[in-house]
T-cell receptor, first 115, second 115 residues
Framework: AQSVSQHNHHVILSEAASLELGCNYS??????LFWYVQYPGQHLQLLLK??????LVKGIKGFEAEFIKSKFSFNLRKPSVQWSDTAEYFC?????????????FGSGTRLQVQP | KAGVTQTPRYLIKTRGQQVTLSCSPI?????VSWYQQTPGQGLQFLFE???????NKGNFPGRFSGRQFSNSRSEMNVSTLELGDSALYLC??????????????FGPGTRLLVL
């Protein structure tokens, strides 16, 4: 069965600091990878996704993620965070070659950006 | 284009009762997936419907069921409610093509409280 690990449960940063959130998955086959964000009081929104091709993926609001197949990782990065990035971030995966659409989510990382 | 809508947004029920939640996908989307979000278990996949048929199912008891109508709207039902069913229930829609390389778009959720 697939599983996703997000090692940082709660991260506190000051504005302009750099961000890296870890995500590791366990699955032997090809995968589709996603990062979703949930701002306070809002619904889950897609930040970025990886299906194939260039392992460095750019998303909305200056976020990017790098797929490293050998490490089963898909870490999320942003060079300079803003107060408005305060939210919960979820990494998710589904099985590329099984055809399963069902997303397996990590436990989430709560990011708090202090002004 | 309107997003995924879910009704009702909040519900309070008592143990033993049953509840029905509704989800209207984005226009043109034919796949609807349901997820349960709790503080303890995180986001977990319940089931997916496509063309009025259940295509995938997560690891939940038979008290959780769903259906999809010809207009792609979906309902999920929980019978004999238990305290542990208190959660945010999220609906996600996607185009539903044969390949699963597509984004799932989430609704705002229905928050269910079981007393």
């Amino acid at each position: 069965a697939q599983s996703v690990s997000q090692h940082n449960h709660h991260v506190i940063l000051s504005e302009a600091a750099s961000l890296e959130l870890g995500c590791n998955y366990s699955y032997g086959g090809t995968v589709n990878l996603f990062w979703y964000v949930q701002y306070p009081g809002q619904h889950l929104q897609l930040l970025l996704k990886y299906f194939s091709g260039d392992p460095l993926v750019k998303g909305i609001k200056g976020f990017e993620a790098e797929f490293i197949k050998s490490k089963f990782s898909f870490n999320l990065r942003k060079p300079s965070v803003q107060w408005s990035d305060t939210a919960e971030y979820f990494c998710a995966v589904n099985g590329g070659d099984t055809g399963r659409r069902a997303l397996t989510f990590g436990s989430g990382t709560r990011l708090q950006v202090q002004p | 284009k309107a997003g995924v809508t879910q009704t009702p947004r909040y519900l309070i029920k008592t143990r033993g009762q049953q509840v029905t939640l509704s989800c209207s996908p984005i226009s043109g989307h034919r796949s609807v997936s349901w997820y349960q979000q709790t503080p303890g278990q995180g986001l977990q996949f319940l089931f997916e419907y496509f063309s009025e048929t259940q295509r995938n199912k997560g690891n939940f008891p038979g008290r959780f069921s769903g259906r999809q109508f010809s207009n792609s709207r979906s309902e999920m039902n929980v019978s004999t409610l238990e305290l542990g069913d208190s959660a945010l229930y999220l609906c996600a829609s996607s185009l539903g093509g044969l390949e699963n390389k597509e984004t799932q778009y989430f609704g705002p959720g229905t928050r269910l409280l079981v007393l």
